[in-house]
């Protein structure tokens, strides 16, 4: 399974960016996609997560502000950021729970996300 994400950078505080990861993998089914990060001294964690149906969850800093979705037809999840905040600047992952026969935990490289104020 490889998870490909594009769309970091810098921003100033109000501004907006999206955030892709293209999933692939042979024969695998990729279940519940999302987002977490993690700043420094920090630890991982949630900030959007969508399941196959269009279910989404996210964390109460970004609700409002984030928006989470997938095609399913192209394994890809998309987080647009809006209203950005200082407090967001952080590495942004994402993460996919890939199926064949099993459920594997899979996580992209990362992305560099930077809010100045």
């Known amino acids: 399974v490889q998870l490909v994400e594009s769309g970091g950078g810098l921003v100033q505080a109000g501004g907006s960016l999206r955030l892709s990861c293209a999933a692939s993998g042979s024969g695998f089914r990729f279940n519940d996609m999302g987002w977490y990060r993690q700043a420094p001294g920090k630890q991982r964690e949630l900030v959007a997560t969508m399941s196959r149906g269009g279910s989404a969850n996210y964390a109460n800093s970004v609700k409002g502000r984030f928006t989470i979705s997938r095609d399913n037809a192209k394994n890809t999840v998309y987080l647009q950021m809006n209203s950005l905040k200082p407090e967001d600047t952080a590495v942004y992952y994402c993460?996919?729970?890939?199926?064949?026969?099993?459920?594997?935990?899979?996580w992209g490289q990362g992305t560099q996300v930077t809010v100045s104020s």
């Open positions: 993460n996919a729970r890939a199926v064949r026969l099993v459920e594997y935990n899979s």
